[in-house]
């Protein structure tokens, strides 16, 4: 039996569109690490890092968001379905550590 949940031990086949749509944004933060490297490489003023730095943390943020609505959409929703309630517990715990 295949498992869809997305903890470490676990894995998740992610639709084409859903896919997509968390690369292209994991790509985008990248860029902006990799600018915010090259600003660090070019002594740039503090304060103009420090406002790259925290549009990074908003669009990792944005990500996580996307990514548990999609989690709780399919893997919570299908395990508490099949009554796996050991499914919520988990979720709990991985809020109270993204809320850290």
Request: hydrophobic share 35%; with cysteine.
């Given at each position: 039996?295949?498992?869809?949940?997305?903890?470490?031990?676990?894995?998740?086949?992610?639709?084409?569109?859903?896919?997509?749509?968390?690369i292209?944004?994991?790509s985008?933060?990248?860029?902006?690490?990799?600018?915010?490297?090259g600003?660090?490489?070019k002594?740039?003023?503090?304060?103009?890092?420090?406002?790259?730095v925290?549009?990074?943390?908003?669009?990792?943020?944005?990500?996580?968001?996307?990514?548990?609505?999609?989690?709780?959409r399919?893997?919570?929703?299908?395990?508490?379905?099949?009554?796996?309630?050991?499914?919520?517990?988990?979720?709990?715990?991985?809020?109270?550590?993204?809320?850290?």
């Open positions: 039996m295949e498992n869809n949940c997305c903890c470490t031990h676990k894995t998740k086949k992610r639709d084409s569109d859903e896919y997509k749509k968390l292209n944004r994991l985008r933060i990248e860029g902006q690490i990799r600018g915010i490297k600003m660090v490489e002594d740039a003023y503090c304060t103009d890092i420090l406002i790259q925290a549009a990074v943390n908003a669009a990792l943020n944005s990500f996580n968001k996307e990514l548990l609505a999609n989690h709780i399919t893997c919570v929703a299908n395990d508490i379905r099949e009554g796996k309630d050991e499914t919520i517990d988990e979720l709990v715990n991985t809020l109270q550590k993204l809320m850290k």
